[in-house]
């Protein structure tokens, strides 16, 4: 089963999930406001529209007028019609800038993760026309918060589509079994793919260069997506850009010790404890240049530490005090502590020792924000002092603009999460039968989408500073795509001075801004 929700952009131990409730259907009109917004000196105006597509998990090409003829009901009550199919609506925002031919126009579908995250953090926070302003790395007061304009909007190079999944925001489910049809690795997938096929038709946006952009488990969803896409679609996009990476679950370091026998966990962590021992001055000695440390830490990762793993019980004594040695000179944790941890310490233990001796939590999300932690003699911290500081931000935020600004959901209730508590983590791979696995790998999606689309490029973005999923995590797991090694000319990386959510601060989003525009300039087969 899935380990620790990642919870892309915000923990869902900070925000609870909103009590399920009667599933009410948001309003099928769209809503269309105007605005402008100012990138880069110029004042781009666009177009907004707020609405609902129906998918189906049977049969994504069956209408509204069908799916009423055969009973469904989107308000989740019941129907005498056994035959009740399970259906999605899902909601977005989509900007479109005024007076731009379609096919002149890149187009790029962006959703957070959790799994069961709706997209209010990627949309309140990265590339809209409008976003939550969060300086600083500490807890923000309370309301009021400032909206502002968003001079890194992506809408200087591309139209931008920001996708609620099934359950979450104002996305909807009902029908039989709806919860088990939408509600995994491959249903959410496939929902995401029937959406997007939906929209590029009703738009008239298929000729358009296309993007994913995923955050966190978004990531995942994005390797399935493309494949999927490609492969029961016929529909190529131009390029993947992916936000703090993970596409193998069996990689987390949240609580690998369940998972005993795999010890990369473990290795790939480390240079981000590094990192963040570095940011909070807890190591033994000073290292002046952070990327040249981190370089170090890497090689010795992959090196020293990871032949000390594989040994398991037959390393020699000696070489376990030396390495323990080594990982307290790269971490700050206590020798004694290492050696009890018997050289394995996991995310959540790393987050409660590190500043222990002042009574602070390290933050997940990202290590550079702390707060007092709840239980000093806990195992692992117990909550992630960002996800904290800044929820009630973005929260409060998007639920005023969505209804004052977008007009739209005036009478529903956007829900955070998706509230039937339920994920099936199972997976069937491209090809080996199509067998499922418990803890879901997509890697072997993403490199069938790049060796079937070799022109298709993908984008790594990810923090020194974020421990929900480490960026050492990300470049790993590019680096064995089973793919050819001619492909990875297509993939390009970017790190940054930041956490899980790069977006949160002013500095390194206007870094990812210019990224991402320059990446799809490269790419947009326009220039």
Same mark, same amino acid.
């Given at each position: 089963m899935l380990r620790k929700a990642l919870l892309l952009g915000a923990a869902m131990m900070a925000v609870p999930a909103l009590a399920a409730g009667p599933a009410t259907p948001a309003p099928n009109a769209d809503s269309v406001t105007n605005g402008t917004v100012t990138v880069n000196g110029a004042t781009i105006?666009?177009?907004?529209?707020?609405?609902?597509?129906?998918?189906?998990?049977?049969?994504?090409?069956?209408?509204?007028?069908?799916?009423?003829?055969?009973?469904?009901?989107?308000?989740?009550?019941?129907?005498?019609?056994?035959?009740?199919?399970?259906?999605?609506? /899902?909601?977005?925002?989509?900007?479109?800038?005024?007076?731009?031919?379609? &096919?002149?126009?890149?187009?790029?579908?962006?959703?957070?993760?959790?799994?069961?995250?709706? =997209?209010?953090?990627?949309? /309140?926070?990265?590339?809209?026309?409008?976003?939550?302003?969060?300086?600083?790395?500490?807890?923000?007061?309370?309301?009021?918060?400032?909206?502002?304009?968003?001079?890194?909007?992506?809408?200087?190079?591309?139209?931008?589509?920001?996708?609620?999944?099934?359950?979450?925001?104002?996305?909807?489910?009902?029908?039989?079994?709806?919860?088990?049809?939408?509600?995994? !690795?491959?249903?959410?997938?496939?929902?995401?793919?029937?959406?997007?096929?939906?929209?590029?038709?009703?738009?008239?946006?298929?000729?358009?260069?296309?993007?994913?952009?995923?955050?966190?488990?978004?990531? /995942?969803?994005?390797?399935? !997506?493309?494949?999927?896409? &490609?492969?029961?679609?016929?529909?190529?996009?131009?390029?993947?850009?992916?936000? =703090?990476?993970?596409?193998?679950?069996?990689?987390?370091?949240?609580?690998?010790?369940?998972?005993?026998?795999?010890?990369?966990?473990?290795?790939?962590?480390?240079?981000?404890?590094?990192?963040?021992?570095?940011?909070?001055?807890?190591?033994?000695? &000073?290292?002046?240049?952070?990327?040249?440390?981190?370089? &170090?830490?890497?090689?010795?990762? /992959?090196?020293?530490?990871?032949?000390?793993?594989?040994?398991?019980?037959?390393?020699?004594?000696?070489?376990?005090?030396?390495?323990?040695?080594?990982?307290?000179?790269?971490?700050?944790?206590?020798?004694?502590?290492?050696?009890?941890?018997?050289?394995?310490?996991?995310g959540g233990e790393f987050d409660q020792q590190l500043q222990a001796k002042t009574g602070m939590a390290t933050g997940r999300l990202d290590t550079r924000y702390s707060s007092p932690t709840i239980d000093p003699m806990s195992q692992e911290v117990d909550y992630d002092p960002q996800s904290s500081a800044i929820s009630s931000a973005y929260v409060t935020v998007f639920n005023d603009y969505v209804r004052n600004t977008l007009k739209y959901g005036t009478d529903e209730d956007y829900r955070l999460y998706n509230s039937q508590g339920h994920w099936d983590s199972h997976h069937r791979q491209p090809g080996h039968g199509y067998q499922p696995k418990g803890e879901p790998n997509v890697m072997t999606d993403l490199a069938m989408a790049m060796k079937t689309n070799p022109n298709l490029h993908v984008m790594l973005n990810a923090g020194y500073y974020d421990l929900a999923t480490p960026y050492f995590e990300g470049v790993y797991e590019m680096k064995h795509l089973p793919m050819p090694n001619s492909l990875q000319k297509n993939i390009e990386y970017a790190q940054y001075t930041s956490g899980h959510m790069v977006y949160v601060d002013p500095a390194t989003l206007q870094q990812l801004h210019d990224n991402v525009a320059a990446f799809i300039r490269r790419t947009d087969n326009l220039h």
């Open positions: 105006p666009y177009r907004a529209v707020a609405g609902t597509i129906l998918v189906h998990g049977a049969d994504y090409n069956d209408s509204g007028d069908i799916l009423a003829k055969r009973g469904t009901k989107l308000d989740g009550g019941k129907d005498d019609d056994s035959k009740n199919a399970p259906v999605a609506s /899902m909601f977005y925002t989509a900007y479109f800038k005024e007076g731009v031919p379609a &096919e002149k126009r890149p187009i790029t579908f962006l959703y957070n993760g959790g799994p069961g995250s709706a =997209s209010v953090w990627v949309h /309140m926070g990265t590339f809209g026309p409008r976003r939550v302003n969060t300086p600083g790395d500490t807890h923000l007061p309370a309301a009021p918060y400032a909206l502002i304009n968003n001079p890194q909007s992506l809408l200087d190079v591309s139209d931008v589509v920001f996708i609620d999944a099934p359950g979450t925001g104002f996305s909807r489910i009902a029908g039989k079994d709806a919860d088990k049809e939408f509600l995994g !690795v491959d249903g959410d997938g496939e929902a995401f793919t029937h959406f997007i096929s939906k929209f590029l038709a009703k738009y008239h946006r298929y000729n358009s260069p296309k993007y994913l952009f995923g955050e966190s488990y978004g990531t /995942m969803r994005s390797a399935v !997506v493309i494949n999927d896409l &490609e492969q029961d679609e016929n529909i190529d996009f131009n390029g993947v850009i992916l936000l =703090s990476q993970i596409l193998n679950y069996d990689n987390s370091d949240d609580s690998p010790q369940f998972n005993a026998g795999m010890d990369d966990p473990y290795v790939l962590a480390l240079p981000t404890y590094a990192a963040t021992a570095w940011y909070h001055h807890c190591l033994p000695a &000073e290292h002046p240049d952070l990327k040249a440390f981190l370089h &170090e830490v890497e090689h010795f990762a /992959m090196t020293d530490y990871t032949l000390a793993l594989r040994q398991g019980a037959d390393l020699p004594e000696d070489q376990r005090q030396a390495i323990a040695a080594k990982l307290h000179d790269y971490t700050g944790l206590p020798v004694d502590y290492i050696l009890r941890a018997d050289l394995r310490v996991n």
